[in-house]
């Protein structure tokens, strides 16, 4: 079984490099959507921040929805389930929430549930106004092992592989939607 395991992990690396990314991950029905909920500016100086530009922290709210008639399956860590979130601008990250027992799991969407996540977007000013797509990195246990998952995680962020991609959002600090108003 370990073995089976190690040639499809084997099979995924390579792949990465030399497939097509829409077949790497084609799960229709499945979307990711993104939703800007508020902003925040923090003065930042320091020896990084040489021009004492302002940093901006946009609010997120990320919802990975099955919108078919069967469940879905993907892995993520219990904590730092903003591990598998990347950003198609490199000058924009997201800030990771470190908590201790962080373990990896297998979540499963039954059909029409959503996952929901916030997720906190740092940047600077120039970075700003301007529409951006966050995305999920989607991986399975038939993709990889548990063993193999943060290595495989990394080379697919770098690669910007098995991602669905959210709606662009645009980061602006004056337009955010910091309430909803739902029916009971």
Not at 70 to 88: K, P
Not at 124 to 149: C, P, R
Not at 173 to 179: D, G, M, Q, T, V
Request: hydrophobic content about 40%; charged content about 20%.
């Amino acid at each position: 079984m370990s073995k089976i395991i190690l040639i499809s992990t084997l099979l995924n690396l390579l792949c990465i490099g030399n497939c097509d990314k829409q077949t790497l991950f084609n799960e229709p029905g499945i979307y990711f959507k993104a939703i800007l909920r508020g902003s925040f500016n923090l003065p930042e100086i320091d020896a990084y921040n040489s021009e004492n530009d302002s940093i901006y922290y946009f609010l997120v709210e990320a919802k990975l929805i099955n919108s078919t008639n069967s469940s879905f399956e993907f892995l993520t860590y219990t904590c730092t389930t903003v591990g598998n979130i990347v950003v198609e601008n490199k000058n924009i990250a997201p800030c990771v929430n470190n908590c201790s027992g962080n373990s990896l799991i297998t979540i499963k969407l039954k059909p029409k549930q959503e996952f929901s996540l916030t997720v906190i977007l740092k940047t600077f000013k120039a970075n700003t106004y301007e529409n951006v797509k966050i995305g999920w990195l989607l991986l399975n246990q038939n993709m990889v092992s548990h063993d193999d998952y943060r290595k495989v995680l990394e080379i697919n962020r770098e690669k910007l592989v098995n991602v669905i991609w959210s709606n662009p959002i645009y980061l602006d600090e004056s337009i955010s939607l910091p309430y909803e108003i739902r029916m009971k």
